[in-house]
């Protein structure tokens, strides 16, 4: 009645809104799932969570939250309920309808917020704001653009290549322009000159893009650290993690995002079958990757390499140490994993965030720590904020959601048995 007598009153005013009010859809409420809320907080069994629009409005148990009246209520009786996984180290420099298919993917496998470190074209970056306005489904993505490196991660990648501080901070500029998220450096051979490389990070400041850097070696770390970059990539390798390091990066609020996932994918799927053959994997792959994990030969070689044991204990011990010491001294650790990087062409979409969950776990964080770096922590990295407006099961927070058949509290592995993702409120097919 309300609503009939506004109308008459502006159509006698003259005044005719200027657009059709929006349907609202009635809100949804999960109930009786067993919620990890993602800051780290015990797991809440019996809950209701209602979400509202792409919010959630209420999160809580039956007890204190009650269901709105004209809900559509989800039943999520013995299933357990996550934030989205953040996977803050991503690639995806592929044409726009290709990206759109692979976010999509992504998606589906339940990574709600990605972040593009590097090797984006100019003509792209539009896209990755239009993901965030909710113009097509898409994970949340963020984009660092082209990026600095002297030769290219690969043959061919658009990267910024500056001789000079100059040209350096031209090259912020023309960032600036595109509207980037982020400026990515990578700290690898043959390097910057370092006049070249403080031109880069002091440039961004004043523009006001943070910088994250590619980085596997101390004196890289110290380099970008000294002045002021927080947000690394990888981790150093060329020594062991020591107390110093890790106060310096305490005292430094340095976080990490160790990315594990693409150096285990050089052997992890053709190990395991069973996980290739998920057509959720094939749709996550690029037609490259698809045909290098399809290759008999290749399979052979790299399953039969006699270096095979060496390589995975290298893995473990330049990563899982420092990713030890680092977390448990409170030092923000998150997921990234190369996914869709031109030169890591088996890190899928997707999976990979699930494999780098995993080895978080592997390298002695508990699952809900690790969990929290999936969610939470990851989000707070992106954002460079302590309260990002996504990344956990909270009043207010996006409903990006993650519903698994499974408790990854108690086997971190079950975060792969997908039952539905919500992602801005809408459930994804
Ligand atoms: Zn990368």
Redesign the pocket.
Known sequence: MRRIILVSALSFLGAAPAQAPRPTAAPIAITGARVIDGTGSPPMNDSVVVVEGDRIRAAGTRARVAVPRGATVADATGKFLMPGLVDV?C?INQPAEDMKRYWLAQLRWGVTTMRS?GNDKPETVPLFRQTRDGAFLAPRSYTAGQGFNVSGPYPGAPTFRPTSPADARANVQSLKAQRVDFIKIWMTNPMFPPEVIAAIVDEGKKQGIPIIA?VTDVASLHQLADQGVTDF?HNPIDQPVTPELVAYAKARKLTFAPTLANIESRWFYYEHPEILNMPMLQDALYPRGKQMLADAARKEQALAAPDLAQRKARMREQTYPFIKAMSDAGVRVATGT?CG?EASQITPFGHATHREVQMLVEAGMSPLAAIRAATLDAARVITHSEDPEYGSIQAGKAADLLLLDADPTVDINNTIKISKVMRAGRWVQ
């Open positions: 180290h690639h470190a590619h990539l190369d990087a």
